[in-house]
C-alpha cells in the first residue's frame, strides 16, 4: 500500500492544513497554519464576506464548540479538513443559529447526486 502524502510546509516549516468554513449552503475552503489564530481566520473571512470580524462568530464541528478568537487552531483541536460552522451577528446583536447542511453530507457516494 503507498503511503498517503503528507501536507505541505509553509515557509518556516509549519505543516499547511485546510479548514471548510460553512454557512447555510456556502463552503469556504481556508488555507491555514495550526498556529494561526482564530481571529487571524476570522480576518481572512472578512476579505471574502465583507463582514467585520465583530459580527463573525466560528463554531467547531460537530461538538458545537466555539472558537476562541485569542487562541490557535491548534490550541482548539481543530484539525486538517475539520468543517467549522460561520454565523453573523444579527441586527438585535444576537449571533443566528447555525444553519448548514450536515458534516457528513459531504461524503456521499456520487450514485447519490441524482447522476443519469
Known sequence: MSQPSPLPKSSDDQTVMYIRVKRNKTTYFLQCLP?????????????????????????LLPNREILDDSKSLADQKVENDAVVALTLRKDDSEFEEVNIVRANDFYQSRETDGGF
Open 35 to 59: 498556529s494561526e489564530t482564530v481571529l487571524q481566520i476570522k480576518e481572512k473571512l472578512q476579505e471574502l464576506l465583507d463582514q467585520p470580524v465583530n459580527d463573525q462568530r466560528l463554531t
